[in-house]
C-alpha cells in the first residue's frame, strides 16, 4: 500500500510562474515557434498526462530488473539520460503531498549547435523543443508504466510540479550541482533539461554520483563572470542547505536571474559558457560548423524582481546587491 509523503517544513514553495512575470510587467519574449511549442505543451500534452492502469499487474523478477527494464525504456522514447531515487520530503514543493515511492527521472540534452550565441532565439527555441520532446518522453514512459498495471503520474519539465526537478536529478546520478544552480553531468554537461514520472514500482535505486565537478566549480568562475545579471556567487552559502555530497551549496540569486531570463529569450548563457561542455561538442561538429566557446551577449541588466511575495517563492541571496 503507498503512504502519503509530506513536503519538508524547511521545502520553498512551488514557483508561482504568473506572479514571476507580473513582477516584471509580463512576458516579454514572442517568438512564434516558442509559442508554439508552448501551446501543444499547455493544450496537448497536458492533457495527455492521466491515464487507468491496466487490469492485471506484472510482477517483475526482482526490484533491479525493474530499475533497468524502465530506464532503458525511458533511453528507448526519447531521453538521454535516465536514472531512479526515493522521493524524501525534502523533494517537495511546500503543502503538496505525494504518494509515489520514486521518480524516475529523466533528461534530454541540447543541442549545443543551437547555443554558440546566447542569449538568442536560436537557444530560446531549443530550449522549448526540448522541454516538448522531454513532455513526449515522459509521456509515453508514463503509458508503458499503465500497460503493465502500474499506476504512475507526470512531473512535466515545465509548468506546475510536485517534486524539485534539481534534488530528484542529483539523487537519481545525474550529476552534480554547479555553481550556476544546473546539474552538470560528467558526459553531457549542464546543456539539458529534466522531467520525471512517478510511481511505486518496487525499484533499485541510483546513487548519486562525486566526479569532482562540484570541487573543480570551487576554482572556476566562468559562469559567474559571465552572468550578465551577476546572479551567481562567489561562494557557497551555509544558508542555502547542502547538496547531495555535503557541501554547503552555491544559490543563485533568483531575483536578479529571473528578470534578465525572462526578457533576454531565457537567458541561458550560464549554461553553454560552463567548462563541462567540452565532452559534448564534438557530437555537434557532424555535419555542422560550431565554435569552441559561444558568443555571448551581455546587456545592462533589468532592475531585480523583488516584487513577489515571500510566501510564495524560493528564499535566494541578495547576491553582491549593496543592501
Ligand atoms: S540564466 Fe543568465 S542571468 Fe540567470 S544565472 Fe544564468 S547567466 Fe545569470
Ligand atoms: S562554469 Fe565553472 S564554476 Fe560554473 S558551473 Fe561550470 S564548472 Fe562550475
Redesign the pocket.
Known sequence: MNGTIQASPQSPPAFSWEQWYESIGGRHIRIAEVESYLKKIYEDQYLRFDGEPAAEKYIFPSPAEASQRIKSKALEFGADISGICEIEPSDIYKGRTVTEKYAIAVGQRMRWREFQTVPSRESAIECLRVYYTLGETVIQLAQYIRSLGYTCRIEHPIGDSDLLHIPIGLKAGFGELGR?GSIIHPEIGPLFRMGSVITSIPFETDKPIDAGIAAFCDTCKA?RI????K??PDERSAAAGKDHLGNDRYM?DTGK?FP??ATHNY????LPVCVYNHKEWAKDFDGYKTKLFPTVIMNEPPPPADKVPAELRHQYPRTGRDS
Open positions: 550556476h559562469c559571465y552572468c550578465p545579471a546572479a551567481i543563485i536571474c534578465y531570463f537567458c541561458s548563457i550560464c
